[in-house]
């Protein structure tokens, strides 16, 4: 909840997604946008994650993912 509140403080997640190289999706009516797939990475690494599993694991958290909503 820490790193969240930072990232929106200083207002990071609005800044990824205007960076036109980390948006790969082609269709932007569906998908992730490239916030939310750096945030997943972000929480993971802090929380004591070691891999892109245990990001995977941690983007199944439903309770985390109330708490935390959308990034951006």
Do not use: N
């Amino acid at each position: 909840m820490l790193v969240d509140a930072i990232c929106r403080r200083f207002d990071l997640w609005r800044k990824l997604d205007q960076i036109k190289s980390l948006d790969t999706g082609t269709r932007k009516s569906s998908g992730l946008a490239p916030s939310a797939m750096l945030a997943q990475l972000i929480f993971s690494l802090s929380s004591g994650g070691h891999s892109l599993a245990d990001a995977e694991r941690l983007g199944r958290d439903q309770v985390l993912m109330e708490l935390l909503g959308p990034a951006s």
